[in-house]
């Protein structure tokens, strides 16, 4: 078969040509062990919230269920190609997490629900990150800002407690994904040594 001939079958889709991540060709076990490694880990984030720690804290099935959707957002969230990537992930969403942690806490402390509220304090999110020089937080913060503040408004007798249980949520779902993160990496490098040395 000459060269055209082939090409030409690549480009019809008989022989799919290898996929490509950040330049380096994907094998198809990768992408089954990088999938499967983060659906473990993703349900192991979502068991941890929903069947451990809610027996430590008193919480309702609602915010039960919530503290797992947000623990496996977390896991998700931070785990990467590469350790590295992972880690910077993790902190990149844990300050983005803290800062509103913050902001929600103090106001709930004070003031109920309203939409206004978490306009405001979304608001005031942009501008600390802004003056900070990390833009790059600003849609995580936003997003865990509004995701806190309408729970508390559907939650209202405890809404205070809100900022705190999604804090130890992102807190649970990060650790998570960057154990997997590195666990992947260790399994992948031993893996890769293997073949090379075979």
């Known amino acids: 078969m000459n060269g055209s001939a082939l090409n030409q079958m690549k480009l019809n889709g008989v022989m799919a040509p290898a996929q490509k991540q950040y330049g380096k060709a994907i094998s198809m076990s990768q992408a089954v062990g990088t999938g499967c490694a983060l659906a473990i880990s993703c349900f192991i984030s979502y068991a941890v919230i929903t069947h451990i720690l809610t027996r430590a804290y008193f919480v309702s099935r609602g ?4 503290g797992g959707m947000w623990a496996v957002a977390a896991t998700i969230f931070v785990y990467r190609e590469s350790y590295q990537q992972s880690v910077r992930a993790a902190l990149s969403r844990m300050a983005a997490t803290l800062l509103s942690f913050v902001l929600c ?7 109920p629900f309203s939409p206004w509220g978490m306009a405001a304090l979304i608001g005031i999110g942009v501008i600390i990150l802004t003056l900070l020089g990390r833009s790059e937080d600003i849609i995580t913060t936003g997003i865990t800002t509004a995701v806190v503040m309408v729970v508390a408004g559907i939650s209202p007798q405890h809404a205070w407690q809100q900022p705190i249980l999604r804090l130890v949520d992102t807190v649970v779902g990060i650790g998570v994904g960057i154990a997997a993160a590195w666990i992947s990496l260790s399994i992948g490098s031993r893996s890769n040594s293997q073949r090379s040395g075979a």
């Open 63 to 66: 915010d039960d269920l919530l």
């Open 105 to 111: 806490l103090a106001y709930l402390l004070i003031f």
